[in-house]
């Protein structure tokens, strides 16, 4: 029902998709940016829906109690459960957290804003990277530019042994893209 809500909006707001890089990859981490305002999530669902795309994104397993589990499933959300397997184990980092649900699930696509909040940000947070390259699954660079109303996935990144030369190609990539508030969005500066 929300998916259904999310693709009207999408439509009434007048915005397209640029579907000219879609493949057909079982799995990925995808980038979801930029992420400047709350619309942006519900356009990033509707999008990723008319691709076809079963996009998920990660939230810790505690909300996924009563009653937030339900709406969160329902949008998406899978509960990233960082308890240790057997007793002595370490507990599992967040990036090996997500890189393990790749092994358990064989059709997988999760989504990451990597600057990690609506403010301006000039660092991301690099757990896409990491995550996608112990994953080892490509990285879709997915995209809501405003000024155009258009959204998409505008290319696709194998993680490398150069880090450093990845990231300047998705900087490339992003520092043309419009987000809802133009004055928060920034690319990763370390990498420009």
Known sequence: MFKWIFLQLFKLKGWKLNTNTIYNYKQSVVIAAPHTSNWDGVLMVAAFDIMKLPIKFTLKKEWFRFPFGKI????GGIAID???KKAGEARPSMTEAIANLFKENEILHIAFTPEGTRSLRTEWKMGFYHAAKMANV???????DYKDKIA???KVIIPS????QDLREIMAFYKDISGCH???????????
Not at 72 to 75: E, L, P
Not at 138 to 144: A, D, K, S, T
Not at 182 to 192: A, H, Q
């Open 82 to 84: 960082r308890t240790p």
């Open 161 to 164: 042994d150069n880090m450093e």
């Open 182 to 192: 133009p004055e928060k969005f920034s690319v990763d500066l370390r990498y420009i």
């Open 152 to 154: 998409g996935i505008g």
């Open 138 to 144: 490509p990285i879709l660079l997915g995209y809501l």
């Open 72 to 75: 969160a499933r329902a949008m």
